[in-house]
């Protein structure tokens, strides 16, 4: 290998790269100078990145781009660029959609029902949720109405921890608690409570968007005979017939 070979595989590692004159780097925005009679042009070549190194149109073009504003100024624009892209997709990821909310739960009232802090309109006072779509057993539906309130629990992990919820077309009852679907680390708790037999599917319009899950689910423990569906000891009366039979 010859010395010139030599000195252009050290610089940059590119040996078959074509030789740029100096009126292509001028139009890169590149000047040169003599140092300690070497010009820096040679240096310089070989800092651009190989796929700027093409042909003499490619150059051309390329530097008709660049012409506007020197090498330096295009790196920090682009630096500038990707942060503030960085920036914006940070803040998407920690954004919920318009139809949930991240709150904490602070008591389990029964397999059906929450009390959370956190809900937007009173983010410091204590909302009522109604897990919307099923209809867990009265607490007096002994032993149907502890079993759902303490699947309930489990699910949830205790008080002070975050769930999601989310909302259907209706998101609140008669009585002002918030309908919705509760999601806990991925886990619709809604499905989970019929689909161990501690609440029945109850389609409730205009919340329909989990109604085919739900139904699925109840009969997967009918056909289990989980929970309020054990043959052993069925639930003879539905949540909403022991109500009104005990007002």
Same mark, same amino acid.
């Given at each position: 290998?010859?010395? %010139?070979?030599?000195?252009?595989? =050290? ?10 004159? =100096? ?25 651009? *990145? !190989? ?6 149109? %490619? ?22 660029? %990707? ?14 959609? #318009? #139809? =949930?909310?991240?709150?904490?739960? $602070? ?15 009173? *983010? #410091? ?10 209809? $867990? ?6 032993? @149907? ?37 509760? @999601? ?35 009969? @997967? ?8 569906? #054990? !043959? =052993? ?5 539905? *949540? ?8």
């Amino acid at each position: 290998m010859n010395k %010139a070979g030599g000195r252009r595989q =050290e610089a940059g590692g590119f040996a078959h790269q074509p030789h740029l004159s =100096e009126s292509h780097l001028n139009k890169l925005g590149i000047q040169t100078q003599a140092t300690s009679g070497r010009s820096t042009r040679q240096k310089t070549l070989f800092l651009l *990145p !190989p796929l700027l190194k093409i042909t003499d149109r %490619a150059m051309v073009t390329i530097g008709k781009i660049l012409m506007p504003m020197r090498l330096g100024d295009w790196v920090r624009k682009i630096a500038i660029l %990707a942060c503030l892209l960085l920036l914006v997709s940070c803040q998407g990821k920690n954004q919920l959609p #318009n #139809n =949930e909310a991240q709150v904490k739960v $602070a008591r389990v009232v029964s397999g059906q029902s929450l009390e959370v802090v956190g809900m937007a309109e009173q *983010p #410091n006072l204590i909302s009522q949720v109604r897990l919307v779509g099923i209809d $867990a057993p009265d607490l007096r539906q002994r032993p @149907w109405g502890e079993k759902a309130k303490e699947q309930l629990e489990n699910l949830i992990g205790g008080v002070e921890q975050s769930v999601t919820l989310e909302f259907d077309l209706e998101t609140k009852d008669k009585i002002g608690r918030t309908l919705a679907y509760v @999601w806990k680390n991925k886990v619709l708790l809604n499905e989970e409570l019929v689909k161990q037999g501690n609440a029945m599917f109850v389609e409730r319009s205009p919340n329909h968007k989990y109604d085919q899950r739900l139904e699925r689910a109840q009969q @997967w423990a009918r056909l289990m005979g989980q929970g309020i569906w #054990n !043959p =052993e000891k069925p639930m003879h009366l539905t *949540p909403a017939e022991f109500r009104r039979q005990n007002l």
